[in-house]
T-cell receptor
Framework: KQEVTQIPAALSVPEGENLVLNCSFT??????LQWFRQDPGKGLTSLLL?????REQTSGRLNASLDKSSGRSTLYIAASQPGDSATYLC???????????????FGQGTILTVHP | DVKVTQSSRYLVKRTGEKVFLECVQD?????MFWYRQDPGLGLRLIYF???????EKGDIPEGYSVSREKKERFSLILESASTNQTSMYLC??????????FGPGTRLTVL
């Protein structure tokens, strides 16, 4: 059974710092990995998706990497801003026989606070 | 942009009531999902559907059923609501193998 762990559970940084959020998963047979952002009381917003054959994806100040063999992904946020404060969730899509029907397994999330 | 809408943001029901949660997406996505999110337990998949009239159980289907009569609409049904079904319910949709897009969520309270 796939298990996804995110470290740290919470992180508080001053504005302008670069930071790294970590995600690990137990079964390396994945289809893809997705990073989400969730603001309090709201739904999830997809940030980046990395297919199993890819090593990284970038969007603006965000960069996500994937090391499938070691079961790890990192989300790098450059020059953090107070508006980045949210919960960040990592989710792994299992490789259901090579199809895209595999379900997502979510980590518990990292609560990020960026203070001015 | 993909839009996923859910019928209610907040809902209060009584134990034993039948509850319908509706989800609609406007991007012709094949896949649709229902999750619940609880503190300390994270997001857990209840049911998903990869085509009209098709459904698959997720991790915690007990006490729930679903209906997908049209491609854009995926309904979650609580046949007889119980207090342990008080939660945040999130709907999502995706093209096969691509990003999942989430709705704003429905916070359901069962008294």
């Amino acid at each position: 059974k796939q298990e996804v762990t995110q470290i740290p559970a919470a992180l508080s940084v001053p504005e302008g710092e670069n930071l790294v959020l970590n995600c690990s998963f137990t079964d390396s047979a994945i289809y893809n990995l997705q990073w989400f952002r969730q603001d309090p009381g709201k739904g999830l917003t997809s940030l980046l998706l990395i297919q199993s054959s890819q090593r990284e994806q970038t969007s603006g100040r965000l960069n996500a990497s994937l090391d499938k063999s070691s079961g790890r992904s990192t989300l790098y946020i450059a020059a953090s801003q107070p508006g980045d404060s949210a919960t960040y969730l990592c989710a792994v899509k299992s490789n259901a026989g090579g199809t895209s029907y595999g379900k997502l397994t979510f980590g518990q999330g990292t609560i990020l606070t960026v203070h001015p | 942009d993909v839009k996923v809408t859910q019928s209610s943001r907040y809902l209060v029901k009584r134990t034993g009531e039948k509850v319908f949660l509706e989800c609609v997406q406007d991007m012709d996505h094949e896949n649709m999902f229902w999750y619940r999110q609880d503190p300390g337990l994270g997001l857990r998949l209840i049911y998903f559907s990869y085509d009209v009239k098709m459904k698959e159980k997720g991790d915690i289907p007990e006490g729930y059923s679903v209906s997908r009569e049209k491609k854009e609409r995926f309904s979650l049904i609580l046949e007889s609501a119980s207090t342990n079904q008080t939660s945040m319910y999130l709907c999502a949709s995706s093209l096969r193998g691509f990003k999942q897009f989430f709705g704003p969520g429905t916070r359901l309270t069962v008294l």
